[in-house]
């Protein structure tokens, strides 16, 4: 069962918008979230995170919006870049303190066009 | 550059044989994680170490995979008797254990094919 999941395979959003990109789970043991940015054939990279006591978390252009009543959270791009295109997974762990694996999605391919 | 490197970036091999990947942590980072991604999937986790104990692992890990990290430093992943299900991008990750903060960061991976 796919307990983080990102429904929308893909984005495509103009360069100078906001890109939002949606995650939702459904184990309510995670308690901490993160975004990770992926280019072809590197790892992914650590974006932003948030642990499930906020309900948002700022950085520069990246903020993560946490609802933990609909088990859902999002992240915001603004503005958005060409350099942001790639593909974007949101990750869960559960058991705060003890820093377990993460659970992922299935990614949300971005394209930021000109 | 003291991110997490990988080693071999690729891999190419005939099945039924042996492979090994090696992953060299961020040095101050007391964890270690495998993950294992196939295309159009999230990675998806394998086993972790914290230091040289090897803490949990997933039933994806078959009895023919196995991960050592001795002396808690760089660790490696064998694959013997691989299988054509088995070519995939093999990521390391690393964390330091730090209050409640879960951040992983990731290596470039080992993209294994199996002929």
């Known amino acids: 069962d796919q307990q983080v999941k990102q429904n929308s395979p893909s984005l495509s959003v103009q360069e100078g918008r906001i890109s939002i990109l949606n995650c939702d789970y459904t184990n309510s043991m995670f308690d901490y979230f993160l975004w990770y940015k992926k280019y072809p054939a590197e790892g992914p990279t650590f974006l932003i995170s948030i642990s499930s006591i906020k309900d948002k978390n700022e950085d520069g252009r990246f903020t993560v919006f946490l609802n933990k009543s609909a088990k859902h959270l999002s992240l915001h791009i603004v503005p958005s870049q060409p350099g942001d295109s790639a593909v974007y997974f949101c990750?869960?762990?559960?058991?705060?303190?003890?820093?377990?694996?993460?659970?992922f999605g299935t990614g949300t391919r971005l394209q930021v066009t000109l | 550059d003291t991110g997490v490197s990988q080693n071999p970036r690729h891999k190419i091999t005939k099945r039924g044989q042996n492979v090994t990947f090696r992953c060299d942590p961020i040095s101050e980072h007391n964890r270690l994680y495998w993950y294992r991604q196939t295309l159009g999937q999230g990675p998806e986790f394998l086993t972790y170490f914290q230091n040289e104990a090897q803490l949990e692992k997933s039933r994806l890990l078959s009895d023919r995979f196995s991960a050592e990290r001795p002396k808690g430093s760089f660790s490696t992943l064998e694959i013997q008797r691989t299988e054509q299900g088995d070519s995939a991008m093999y990521l390391c990750a690393s964390s330091l254990v730090q209050g409640s903060r879960h951040e992983q960061y990731f290596g470039p991976g080992t993209r294994l094919t199996v002929t």
């Open positions: 990750a869960a762990s559960g058991n705060t303190g003890t820093a377990s694996k993460l659970t």
